[in-house]
């Protein structure tokens, strides 16, 4: 637990997701450390990708296995297409299959937007929507070669999508943020549509402003952290256990028929909290 009012993490059933192969991508810090750990709590085994900060991957592999389960690093630029084949190359070689996909690598790269660079926007881009991407292609691959195995979960494959409130609320200054999680709300929901039928099931989680490196800026002054809360109905930061139990649970049979649906765990911050007292 990250805060004393943070989510906890020690009511995750040990068994949840017990024989499961999960990638998370992006775990060597922030909510995908978090959500990594979380799975491996669970019971999964975990490959923990990270593009730099290997030490902090080794870490966060540590922690995994203390659960009793197996877990790896592995370096891998989301937005290079040959990386990310490696990866799962070496996650089937290593663990056999693939049972759980977390697409969570992500940045913001800020600027008002006649100051944007196409660099900038490029960039933004190519991890946040084009990772998923092929990491969510690569995974798909492989579920679709082993299909169902009744004994481990009644789907073939589950994917996760991280996206963010920023899917549909729009943020002056991170046009680059906003216009790639939008993409990951319809390339999810279509992935969804597409694979469903296979027995794959495609969901997203959008987290609201959760207390990670990407957004110390918003936290990190009393004065932010009072702007910051406006924003939020359920007046708490969110923690990035807060995001990971989520994803646990949606990754498991528990969230069998849920399909194409973007989960938002946000205290609220989606329910346009301006109008509480206006309109
Ligand atoms: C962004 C954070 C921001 C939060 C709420 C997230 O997707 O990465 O920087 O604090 O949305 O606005």
Same mark, same amino acid.
């Given at each position: 637990?990250?805060?004393?009012? =943070? !989510?906890?993490?020690?009511? $995750?059933?040990?068994?949840?997701? %017990? =024989?499961? %192969? *999960?990638?998370?991508?992006?775990?060597?810090? =922030?909510?995908? @450390? !978090?959500? *990594? $750990? *979380?799975?491996? @709590? *669970?019971?999964a085994d975990v490959v923990v990708n990270y593009v730099a900060g290997r030490e902090e991957a080794d870490k966060v592999v540590e922690e995994i296995t203390s659960h009793g389960v197996r877990a790896m690093a592995h370096e891998a630029d989301v937005s290079d297409e040959g990386q990310v084949v490696a990866m799962m190359d070496h996650m089937v070689q290593e663990f056999g299959t693939i049972d759980v996909l977390v697409a969570n690598a992500g940045m913001q790269r800020d600027s008002a937007f006649t100051d944007m660079s196409l660099a900038q926007w490029q960039k933004v881009l190519d991890v946040n929507l084009t990772g998923q991407f092929l990491c969510a292609r690569e995974a798909t691959k492989e579920f679709l070669r082993r299909g169902v195995v009744p004994e481990v979960s009644r789907s073939a494959g589950k994917i996760i999508c991280m996206s963010s409130v920023h899917q549909i609320i729009p943020w002056a200054g991170h046009v680059n943020y906003a216009a790639s999680k939008g993409g990951v709300q319809m390339m999810m929901e279509t992935l969804a549509q597409e694979l469903a039928p296979k027995r794959i099931r495609v969901n997203a989680v959008a987290p609201g402003a959760i207390k990670t490196p990407i957004n110390t800026s918003a936290w990190e002054t009393a004065e932010a952290r009072k702007d910051l809360l406006r924003l939020i109905p359920y007046d708490r930061i969110g923690d990035p256990e807060d995001i990971a139990n989520a994803v646990v649970a949606l990754a498991s049979d528990l969230m069998d028929y849920v399909v194409g649906t973007t989960l938002y765990v946000d205290g609220g911050m989606t329910l346009f909290p301006g109008f509480a007292t206006g309109g």
């Open positions: 637990m990250s805060s004393t009012e =943070g !989510a906890p993490q020690d009511v $995750i059933p040990a068994q949840l997701l %017990k =024989g499961q %192969k *999960a990638l998370v991508t992006g775990a060597n810090s =922030g909510i995908g @450390r !978090a959500t *990594a $750990i *979380a799975l491996g @709590r *669970a019971g």
